[in-house]
């Protein structure tokens, strides 16, 4: 079984940047797609990007292409979110989700077994 734990979240105001690390523990991280997804008030949970296992291929939501970057680190068994240029739009609880054994990234939530507790993230005008 796989435990994800985000950190990172705060506020800040609009146009700053924000960096998420999700620490992923208790099952082999290096076959596992990792993604990162957002919920508003009021909203659904949406994609918000992905990485492969591998590191190689990343996919993001049209919203947030150009500003933000997801990354990983296999010694640390970390997955990232490097957000820039941050809107109110942004703002959101944001989790981190795992994909084990698989090669492709989704953006439906409902394809990831594993799920962080969430880090909130607000953007202030």
């Known amino acids: 079984q796989v435990q994800l734990v985000e950190s990172g979240g705060g506020l800040v105001q609009a146009g700053d940047s924000l960096r998420l690390s999700c620490a992923v523990s208790?099952?082999?991280?290096?076959?596992?797609?990792m993604g990162w997804f957002r919920q508003a008030p009021g909203k659904e949970r949406s994609f918000v990007g992905g990485?492969?296992?591998?590191?190689?291929?990343?996919r993001y939501a049209d919203s947030v292409k150009g500003r933000f970057t997801i990354s990983r680190d296999s010694a640390k068994s970390t997955v990232y979110l490097q957000m820039n240029s941050l809107k109110p739009e942004d703002t959101a609880v944001y989790y981190c989700a795992a994909r084990p054994i698989s090669w492709s990234i989704s953006v439906y939530s409902n394809e990831y077994a594993a799920w962080g507790q969430g880090t909130q993230v607000t953007v202030s005008p």
């Open positions: 990485i492969t296992a591998n590191g190689i291929n990343t």
């Open positions: 208790g099952r082999t991280f290096s076959n596992t797609v």
